[in-house]
């Protein structure tokens, strides 16, 4: 299928083409073969042509987007498809390698860029070949030599032009995504720091590193629009040459009666015209390094992906219908080399809540991370004795509730799909209801179609923890990992909150880090921590 649609794109974009000339050609004859003043009946059909190519060019043009369009962005949905499950199996800790600004340009603006492989790369460059050969063709059977020379300016232009654009544009393209890495990553820190800089007194050298960033990445745009000012110029010299010699070739011809006057007019404007057929070479070539660049950035991220995939195996069972023990063995985790969890073993049942306890650095959040398949580790976590690694749908099972919950600015509908984008209106209603947040429902005054987050519905902090609560019911995962669920929350709200917990997920397996005495009391086990290693568990 989009084999087809490219085949149809090329063949829609090279009829626009040649109506385009058409349209030129056939109405420099009309003017020419009109000053003669012959009877009108001769000068029916030029007029009639005329009126077509300039129709025809509309329609093809129009078509020609559609279906380029289409096909471009069908793959982009593929694209992104493909991204998004590498990044899934590589896992945070195998983004994380990559700058953040890095790693988000690659899901979100290379992706894009890939567009233009259908749209300004193949299918113009291959409809202005095909073009260019019937123009070819056209123009040898009015007169050789002016062939010749269209066919000239079409290798000089289709040809050299076009490779000399693509090397000086595949380092400028390199250069301008670093500088474009450096300068998102310096803005991103400003931002996201802001506070710590002003205490620490280095705002100034982020300020300066931003500005650096920004000239350098002017200083690289600036030197790839000087070289396309300069291809464009190379290519108007190409096309007036032809357009020169044509004229030349055409008045020898015309005084050794090989052609009549109105001819000249067509040898001169059929290459004058191909110019936007001269210029798409060098515009293509120019896209095509973009592309490449964005397309080796994807394909390091797809690449690493299938290495950890095969280095997994995933075998038949890839997949659990219900699991019901979780299980961790021997875990060791690392940040740089320094080890912060050591030898932690425990197993975790549904129906059953543990603990995670200790002071702060003795590797609570670390075993949590791990165990949610956000870092690397050594030992192994399973899931019905079935290594996590193994498992394709392991986040239909295992999820988490963490200190904040994210409100994205979207519909309350829309915030809680995306725990489970199956989930009907019912669900989510019957979800919110077990969180507590019935009333407040009834309150909204669009319901599940309310905006909420930092531009809609304001919501209080039990609210928020509560949506997080009706996101993990929505989930239906087995598992459930609670980073400190009553943090934040005055006594009142956190008892009721923590109750809501204890009520909704009791067929569910919890696994808890927390300081709260309430919530320990609750549990079944409870698991020490100090410095990265188990101390104690205790049986409530």
Known sequence: MKNRAFT???????????????????????????????????????????????????????????????AA?????????????????????????????????????????????????????????????????????????AGLVLALSFVVSGVLIPTLTQRIERSVSQEAISHRNELSYWINVSIGHSDELSISGESSKV????????????????????????????????????VFLSLIFGASAYLSKQLDGPMIAVLALLPWASAEIIATFSQAATAKTRVDVARARVNHLLDSAEHKLARSKPTRESFIASPSELEVQNLRVAWDEKVVVNDVSFALRRGQKIALIGP?????????????????????????????????????????????????????RENLLIANGYASDADITLAIR??????????????LDTQIGSSGQPMSGGEIQRLGIARLLVSQAAFIVLDEPTEHLDDATAAKVWQTILDSFADRGLLIITHDRAVMDSCDYVLQLQNGQLRNTLTQ
């Open 8 to 70: 149809y794109s090329v063949v829609l974009a090279s009829l626009t083409m040649l109506a385009a000339v058409g349209l030129v050609s056939t109405g420099g004859w009309l003017i020419s073969a009109a000053a003669l003043m012959p009877p009108m009946l001769t000068l029916q059909v030029a007029t009639v042509s005329v009126r077509f190519f300039g129709i025809a060019r509309g329609f093809f043009r129009w078509s020609e987007r559609v279906v380029s369009h289409e």
């Open 434 to 447: 077990k969180a507590g947040l019935t009333n407040w429902l009834e309150s909204l005054p669009q319901g």
């Open 360 to 412: 702060s650095g003795s590797g609570k959040s670390s075993i949590a991370a791990a165990v949610l398949r956000l870092v690397e580790h050594g030992g192994s976590v399973s899931l019905d004795e079935v290594p996590v690694e193994r498992l394709t749908d392991f986040r239909q099972h295992v999820v988490a509730l963490m200190q904040s919950t994210h409100v994205f600015s979207a519909s309350l």
């Open 207 to 242: 300020l300066s590193a931003i500005h650096s960033a920004e000239i350098n990445r002017i200083k690289t745009e600036s030197r790839a629009s000087a070289w396309a000012a300069i291809s464009s110029t190379l290519n108007g010299i190409s096309a007036g040459t032809s």
């Open 73 to 145: 962005l069908t793959g982009t949905v593929e694209n992104r498809v493909n991204l998004w499950r590498a990044a899934s199996i590589l896992g945070p800790r195998g983004i994380w390698r990559l700058r953040e600004s890095d790693a988000l340009d690659r899901l979100t603006a290379d992706t894009d860029a890939l567009q233009d492989d259908v749209v300004r790369v193949r299918t113009p460059f291959w409809a202005a070949t095909l073009s260019a050969l019937i123009l070819v063709i056209v123009q040898t059977s009015i007169l050789p030599l």
